[in-house]
């Protein structure tokens, strides 16, 4: 029975790490699709800010360091996807996608140039990158059954950006649902025009909240090159970004369903690697090329119609042309 349990501490474990870089993609969609532009490209960002942390890092031997040239990079580009869909009113969707194809290639390209190690960045050495935290009293209270191992386990021993993540679930319902800021911006996503009217900037609240969208996707990456790797490997966002974009619309735009969508897709890719090369009662062993496409085919399947209808803010996607 423990040995059960011991189990499941591990595999919960291993979601909450997995699901974590979901989280922060899945809330940066969030600001950003609340206020009207939808952003196909957090797997670029993502993908971008990992490679900026990862480098900045590896030279600087400080994580500190790594983090804010993540955050920098990934704002840069959420900034490009700004201009090209707010100022310019270019398709969002094509903007996105080549903020895809550009980190894609990008990082590839300059982690050769700069590392010559194919693509990846140098192995990053303590303090250049995130370590994990013990909360209080947890290794005084680890052998305590049950209560022990899920405090000592299963609650403490994350990285410092895994606890920040979950922070900013409820921070994000307080924002959007409890302040100003929060309230024009979803008015911005549902009806640009009477914001205008009231004589606030359309304009200027999209480009705030995909630079919120940018900040998180910053963290993002860094948590994947800096924290949860000791560096960054060519495609290690390995479509976090998309699956974070379907844990989005799954939630209907909802934070703290945002974070539930996110851990059960953590929960799939933890069960994933726990099962490889193990048999399953009545059908045997699983080929490994199944159990790791497990959390991309239940993307689909829910999409395709367990979530019902999911309706997305009235003026998602619309450039906005002032009234005159």
Not at 247 to 264: G, Y
Request: proline letters at 4%.
């Amino acid at each position: 029975m423990m040995e059960t349990f011991d189990t499941l501490i591990v595999i919960l474990q291993s979601t909450v790490r997995v699901s974590v870089p979901l989280i922060l993609a899945a809330l940066a969609g969030l600001y950003s699709e609340r206020a009207g532009i939808f952003d196909i490209g957090l797997e670029g960002k993502m993908l971008a800010a990992a490679f900026a942390g990862g480098a900045a890092a590896a030279v600087t031997a400080s994580a500190l360091m790594g983090l804010a040239a993540a955050i920098f990079v990934s704002v840069c580009l959420a900034l490009v996807h700004a201009f090209a869909s707010i100022t310019q009113r270019g398709n969002q969707i094509v903007s996105g996608v080549a903020i895809n194809f550009i980190a894609l290639g990008a990082t590839v390209i300059l982690g050769q140039a700069w590392f010559q190690q194919g693509g990846r960045t140098p192995q990053l050495v303590e303090g250049a990158r995130f370590s994990t935290v013990e909360l209080p009293f947890a290794a005084e209270i680890a052998n305590v059954p049950i209560l022990g191992s899920i405090y000592s386990n299963l609650l403490s021993g994350h990285f410092l950006l895994t606890y920040l993540a979950f922070a900013l679930v409820p921070f994000t319902w307080w924002v959007l649902y409890r302040t100003r800021f929060g309230l024009r911006l979803r008015a911005v996503g549902e009806n640009p025009g009477a914001v205008d009217t009231a004589g606030i900037s359309v304009t200027w609240m999209r480009y705030r909240a995909v630079i919120c969208c940018g900040i998180l996707c910053g963290i993002a990456g860094a948590y994947l090159s800096m924290a949860m790797t000791a560096g960054f490997v060519k495609g290690m966002t390995a479509g976090k970004g998309f699956i974070a974009l379907a844990a989005l619309i799954f939630a209907k735009w909802k934070p703290v369903n945002v974070m539930f969508a996110c851990l059960l897709f953590g929960f799939l890719d933890a069960m994933s690697i726990r099962m490889q090369g193990n048999a399953l009662p009545l059908i045997g062993e699983v080929p490994v090329q199944l159990m790791q496409a497990l959390p991309y085919i239940l993307t689909v399947v829910l999409l395709a119609g367990f979530i019902g209808k999911a309706i997305p803010p009235k003026a998602g996607g619309v450039p906005y042309v002032k009234e005159r």
